[in-house]
């Protein structure tokens, strides 16, 4: 994937809110970066640049930072700037961002191609959610995304449930899996942690990784832990932070284990607990393509995740490569947690990681953005 030599090298431009810790601005940092070692001019252009991905950013990756709080005040500055250099494609990520995006791009009327990507299925998110705010979103999802000029989902089941919202053909919808930078994972995994359960010969630890939000249902894990942990000894380390963290702690002790969990905080380099851990728990409600159980797989860690709405069984291909169980089911994830324990061989999920190379994903990304472009 190199620029074709003697042309003009095209722009591409990133659109997100800032680069705070979370999934879409982890996947958006890969793609920016990957796109510029093509040979792209790649512009991250940030309603705030901030976050704890900023500092990844590759250096011949421009940054663009608007200085505004909400995504809503970056809209005139959006089109200023579509106007100004004149991208040949925007891409946004997070719904709020996707809207201004669309909307920035035809007040803009410069043949920018505005391409939006979904990251979560929609359904499953919003209805949940009873602020009017949400509800509005929701109605401006369905006004504006139709106005893209392509739309990219991260799994099947988010193409699927978008699909059905916006009444638009699934075959609409380009469905393409979250890169993985495997060597970089690779190599920071083996960082060392400076945490006493991480001494040589302690008691395998299970791990989950996430926002503490509702719909990681981390106190499902918290139970299932407490079921394992009364049948032989063993650790619980939730990496992450959020509002349901005090309900997590209090959990853990009117459970008896709090002695034996672990939560701490926001890890900037999850990779070496990843790396470490003896079971990896994805115990979501709902996923889009779940970073954390892809990371997972590159480090070729034993998985059980939820078989919930969204893309974590389409990525262990139905059981394949991990363990699947109910949503919300303690005993059944205890099960599939005891299994692993007690297996003497696992599924060499590598193999299956190979598939989302961050070059791969890149590449299919540049398909779209760059449509008969020699770029790709």
Known sequence: MTAASGSAVPTVALFLPSLDGGGAERVFVELANEFAASGLRVDFVLASARGPYLGEVSSRVRIVDFKVARVLSALPKLVR??????????????DHANVIAVIASRMARTGTRCIISMRAVPTEIYPKDGSGGSRVL??????????ADAIIANSGAVALDLSKLLGIPIDAIHVLHN??????????????????????????????????????????LVRAFAIVRARRECRLVILGDGPERDKLASLARQSGVADDLCLPGFVPNPYPWIRRASVFVSSSTTEGCPNALMQAMALGTPIVATNCVGGSAELLENGRWGRLVPVGAPGAMAEAIGAILDAPHHPNVRERAAD???????????EVLLPGDETT
């Open 81 to 94: 700037y579509l106007r100004s250099e004149r991208p040949v494609a925007i891409l946004s990520a997070l």
């Open 138 to 147: 929701l109605r401006m999802m369905k006004i504006a995304y139709r106005f």
């Open 179 to 220: 890169p993985l930078n495997l060597q970089r994972i690779a190599d920071q995994s083996r960082e060392p942690v400076d945490h006493p359960w991480q001494a040589e010969g302690g008691p395998p630890i299970i791990l989950g990784v996430g926002s503490f939000v509702p719909r990681k249902d981390f106190a499902t």
């Open 356 to 366: 989302f190379s961050h070059e791969r994903i890149a590449r299919k990304f540049l």
